[in-house]
């Protein structure tokens, strides 16, 4: 995915915009956080949601759009999405991301935290030379806190082998999904299309958001470091049960309690073995099964977009977000 926006030029050359935007607003001459802020601004990833964003505002009145709002509300939805992933890499203690040393293990946690925070501010200075007075600073602020709350969620839930699926979907609904909807439902906005548009398009984003992070926690089971460019398992042995577990441990219980009754304890070989059993017990088959429900939920409101090119432009993007290979 990491050329997922080379058929769209359109989208390519505003997210080079974007990207340009991000690299200005970190830029500093200090040169004791030089280095780390480039690290910052370099780590391009797949730009999802900036991207999400500008295909939504493609819906609207072209005549009355600002192109220098969009490119900052663009590059203020990548830099939420930035910060959040540093805090996540310190608290998982994640060493790679992307295939890149992550900011937390070349700089040291107490770094990355500041690091974080001070994308979080910069995120913060664009909405209030963008949307100040408008519903979406509170749009954004409730997003933000959805996102915070999926993660604190997911925390109290570590190493818990009663929770469930509803609670899972709950947490991931804020965590990954808020930032989705998010981005799609401001791109329809302020690409100017009407309040219908803009309430289908968060839905849309919410459902993509859900299906893409089922489709995320199902690699961890079914592909490799270097495939997927992260430590792979590494849920489990920080007490993060994903849908494909808690399927197959649902309906197994007995199969898996002697493994996660040792819970960060649990050895490399016995995560290994849990990752069997969820194989062997369907639960990679079961929460495929699960993201294809929000993927066909997202197709059928895009279905309900205007018909033109910018819809199907829109149609297979999320095809392609939700199209994964085992």
Known sequence: MQDLWKHYPTIARKLEAVN???????????????????????????????????LFSQLGDKQHQDEQQLTKIAASLELLHRASLIHDDIIDDSPLRHGTITIQAEYGKDIAVY?????????????IETMNGTSYMEYNATAMKKLLLGELNQMHARFDQRQTIAAYLENINGKTAALFKLACSEGAYFGHTDQAVTACAARIGTNIGISFQIFDDILDYASSTKILQKPV?????????TSPLLFAATAHPGEFASYLDKRQNISAQEIKQVAQLVRQYGGIEQAKQLAHTYTEKALADIDQLPSN???QKIRKIALTLLKRNF
């Open 233 to 241: 398992l590494e849920d489990i042995s920080q007490g993060v049960y």
């Open 115 to 127: 690091a974080g925070d001070l994308l979080f501010t910069v995120f913060f200075q664009i909405l």
């Open 309 to 311: 090119e910018t819809t």
């Open 20 to 54: 340009a935007l991000i690299n200005q607003r970190l830029s500093t001459p200090h040169p004791g956080v030089h280095d780390l802020l480039a690290a910052c601004a370099q780590e391009q990833g797949k730009l999802l949601r900036p991207g999400l964003f500008l």
